[in-house]
Each structure stands twice: as structure tokens, then as C-alpha cells.
């Protein structure tokens, strides 16, 4: 299930219980550096840029953001953790995470979440300078 699949109030329970793992995985530099906007490199291929942003930051995301993922998965198909976790195997990973990176909902989303820890708060960027 993706992100913009889900509609209704449910909308807003999945967005409360996503925002904290979404901003711990945001908050991590080297996890959400393949999450990044970056232009392609000269003669490199999109599907090498990718392998190699993948390869870098996927066995940092998978190792120090477990639970965040799964608790970001099963809010989305709208189980409990422990239920998600327990019918966890490669195939449904691979395809729920395909699902999910392939969701601009969810990008647009987690991008926000990037943008926001990089900018400061709303409310340092927006104070006068004190004279």
C-alpha cells in the first residue's frame, strides 16, 4: 500500500504516527542521503547513480532505523508493528519499500521532514535581529 492510496480521517492517523520516524530517518545524514535530490553526475547512468546512492545508505538505513521503517510500513497498511514485523520477509520488504519510494506523497513528505532539520526552525527564520 502506498501513502496516497490511503484516504479519509485515516489520512491523518497514518501522518501522526509516521511524522516521528519519518523525522528520526531525516534526522540521520548518511540514512537519508538516498533520499537526497542530486543532480546526476556527467557520464554517470541514473541506474549507476542510484546503485551507488542505494549502496551507501540503504545497509545504514536498514541497520540503524529498524523499527522506523517499521513502524513508517505499518502504519501505512494498518496493522500494528508487531503484527507487521511478524509477516516480514523479503519479498513483502522489497515490495513495500518499492511501493513507498515510488510514492510521491511519501517523497514529497520526507523531503519536507529533510528540509525542515536543515532550515532551523520556523521561528529562527523569521525573528528580527535583535539590535
Given at each position: 500500500m502506498?501513502?496516497?492510496?490511503?484516504?479519509g480521517d485515516r489520512t491523518l492517523e497514518v501522518i501522526a504516527e509516521i511524522i516521528d520516524p519519518i523525522a528520526n530517518i531525516a534526522e540521520d545524514e548518511a540514512a537519508s542521503a538516498m533520499f537526497?535530490?542530486?543532480?546526476?553526475?556527467?557520464?554517470?547512468?541514473?541506474?549507476?547513480?542510484l546503485m551507488k546512492r542505494v549502496?551507501?545508505?540503504?545497509?545504514?538505513?536498514?541497520?540503524?532505523h529498524?523499527?522506523?521503517?517499521?513502524?513508517?510500513?505499518?502504519a501505512i497498511e494498518g496493522v500494528s508493528a508487531e503484527e507487521y514485523a511478524g509477516a516480514l520477509n523479503l519479498v513483502k520488504l522489497v515490495k513495500d519499500c518499492a511501493d513507498l519510494l515510488t510514492d510521491e506523497v511519501f517523497?514529497?513528505?520526507?523531503?519536507?521532514a529533510q528540509s525542515e532539520n536543515n532550515s532551523g526552525s520556523a521561528q529562527e527564520s523569521i525573528e528580527a535581529p535583535k539590535q
Open positions: 502506498r501513502l496516497s492510496d490511503i484516504k537526497k535530490r542530486e543532480k546526476l553526475p556527467e557520464g554517470m547512468t541514473a541506474k549507476k547513480f549502496r551507501k545508505s540503504l545497509p545504514v538505513l536498514l541497520k540503524c529498524k523499527a522506523d521503517i517499521i513502524s513508517i510500513l505499518s517523497m514529497e513528505l520526507f523531503i519536507s
